[in-house]
């Protein structure tokens, strides 16, 4: 077989410059150049043909308000700002924005928050609704889903959180007694990883929703748990063993960054905190603080999203369609960019900018 050496050698430079050392889904055409943004080379599967306004699986969910005034004069350029994939855990309709419109929406109806969001760069979306977490194709097939036990008590189980690993696997944490990390191959079902957190104890039903919000896995294969309401981010190994923690009051969301720092959003007190592994602190935001009153966000950030810029992004549900959905800022806290468009989208928990450089399944690409 005669070897494409412009192809070897495109994906020798991606996977050395990823620091990712295990094999990957990562395709090319034969003498053509990997693309540094791949999710936005696969935005015209979602306007295709094939594409139904709304498919079986799918079920009518209103959102917005109509009569909602958008504030003139916000910083940037409202939802023309960046390609996104967006989500609310209080709307129940999840949105893919370019140029300032929808250009795609998934309807699950009446229900659970959404709370994880990820679009791969072969186009699938990968997301959790509370009471399952579910893949799906742009023409809205569902490819895999896994469900939770939704009766009450003991039983109860909730997820929250998900990550693409390859393009073939699936990282998820359920919440229950006891919560565990999954590592699921959506092709074969098999389950590759099953392993068991710890939780408060005594065993407390009602403590299940609060359990977990966010778990990543890192570049190197490390796991990083958010323990909501323990007060604690967790760093394991492959084995679990623990081998780096920060205490922070109500840690909704961590994120490992490309320079080894940890990011995380404390809930509790509307900040977003960087700190380097011996736990000092290198860069917050406070949304109390650092925003001016024009700009105040109605509810607590809960997710955040680094640039490749250096920029941040922080999330909001608002309270009531009141108060901005995303603001973004730079290194030097000017705010860049303030989204308040309670007519066109819903509340904001987790978003993807389409146009920032990485391959989303590869851990450590994609900062969101």
Known sequence: MKLNLKRVFYIVVFLSASKFTLAQNVKTKANKKVSATPCMEVLPLFTSTNVPQMAPEEEFAAFGNPNAIIPSNLPGKGLAQHPMLYVGENCN??????DGKTIWSYSTGKGPEYDDVWMLSNGNILFTRMQ?????????????????NNTKGAAHTEVHACQPIGLDKVMFVVNGLPPKLFVVNTKTGKIEVEQELPYQKPADPNSIHGQFRRARVTAKGTYLVSFLTMGRVVEYDK???EIWSYNIPKPWAAIRLKNGNTLITDEADYLTREVNNKGETVWEFNCKTDLPAEYQFTSAPQS?????NGNTIFTSRGK?????????VTREKKIVWVLQDWKNIG????????DDPGFPEIPGQSEH
Do not use: H
């Open 93 to 98: 309709k999840m949105f893919l924005l370019k």
């Open 347 to 354: 509340d904001a928990t987790a978003v993807q900018i389409l």
């Open 132 to 148: 399952y977490v579910a893949l799906i194709s742009p023409d809205k097939k569902v490819l895999w889903r896994y469900d939770c």
């Open 304 to 308: 955040c999203t680094r640039l490749n």
């Open 320 to 328: 009531g369609g009141q108060g901005p959905q995303l603001i973004e």
């Open 239 to 241: 084995d679990f063993k």
